[in-house]
C-alpha cells in the first residue's frame, strides 16, 4: 500500500489543522493505522492511532487536542489538530500498523507516506 499525507501548513498557535492520508489499494479497512510526528533533532514518535473497528488511542500530549479518524469508503484517515502548540511543529506520517491490536511502537508500522510540515507559530 502507499500512503499520501496532506493538509499540512504554518498555523498561529490555537490554531487548527485537518490532516489527511490517502492509502492506495483496496485492504485499508484491513489494517490498523497510525499518525506519528518527529520534529528536528528528535526521535519519531506517537501521536495517534485508529483500529479496524474504529477504537482509537492518543499520546498524552495531544489527548483532548487530537483527533484521529477515518473513512474507509474514502481510503482516508484524518488527524484533527486543534489548539496548537509551537511544540506541536514537526513533520507529520502516517503509516500502516503490522498489528490488530492498537500499538504506539513505529518499529510495528509499515507503508510510510512521505510526511507534511506543521509549523506552529508562537
Known amino acids: 500500500v502507499q500512503l499520501q499525507a496532506s493538509g499540512g501548513g504554518l498555523v498561529q498557535a490555537g490554531g487548527s489543522l485537518k490532516l489527511s492520508c490517502v492509502a492506495s489499494?483496496?485492504?485499508?479497512?484491513?489494517?490498523?493505522m497510525g499518525w506519528f510526528r518527529q520534529a528536528p533533532g528528535k526521535e519519531r514518535e506517537f501521536v495517534a492511532a485508529i483500529s479496524r473497528s474504529g477504537n482509537t488511542l492518543h499520546a498524552d500530549s495531544v489527548k483532548g487536542r487530537f483527533t484521529i479518524s477515518k473513512d474507509n469508503a474514502k481510503n482516508t484517515v484524518y488527524l484533527q489538530m486543534n489548539n496548537l502548540k509551537p511544540e506541536d511543529t514537526a513533520v507529520y506520517y502516517c503509516?500502516?500498523?503490522?498489528?490488530?491490536?492498537?500499538?504506539?511502537?513505529?518499529?510495528?508500522?509499515?507503508?510510510w507516506g512521505q510526511g507534511t510540515q506543521v509549523t506552529v507559530s508562537s
Open positions: 489499494g483496496r485492504t485499508f479497512s484491513s489494517y490498523a
Open positions: 503509516a500502516r500498523s503490522l498489528r490488530v491490536l492498537l500499538t504506539t511502537t513505529s518499529s510495528l508500522y509499515d507503508s
